[in-house]
């Protein structure tokens, strides 16, 4: 891997961590709304339930099961783009550690300076 090479990598990655933080702000905003969401049709039809106080949570959890699907499935795509975000500062690292070696061989050898 040539010097220009590793340096075209580093922008590419550079390119996608900005727009993975976008996606990850909007993910973590979508995952609020939907949690809060679900938390607020929860407690309505919690206290619009009739029955005793395990009749109400069972008639609550029925009443917003696909508000707490939509939360769930928001939480999820928030953790997996964390771990993107992981994974692509770790390739950054490593690119990095690339450029720092060719660079250390180039003042070794001679070449560039």
């Known amino acids: 891997m040539r010097a220009d090479d590793v340096q075209r990598n580093l922008a590419e990655l ?18 609020a709304r939907k949690e809060a969401a679900y938390k607020a049709a929860y407690a309505a039809a ?3 339930a009739e029955g005793n106080i ?13 508000q707490y699907r939509d939360a769930e499935l928001a939480a999820v795509l928030f953790d997996n783009v964390r771990a993107a975000l992981r994974v692509l500062g770790q390739r950054l690292d490593a ?3 690339i450029a720092s070696t060719i660079r250390a061989e180039a003042i070794a050898t001679g070449v560039g300076t």
């Open 95 to 97: 690119g990095r550690t």
């Open 46 to 48: 919690y206290l619009a």
């Open 54 to 66: 395990e009749e109400r949570k069972q008639r609550a959890v029925l009443a917003t099961a696909d």
């Open 14 to 31: 550079s390119r996608e961590l900005v727009s993975l933080l976008g996606d990850y702000q909007r993910a973590n905003e979508d995952r």
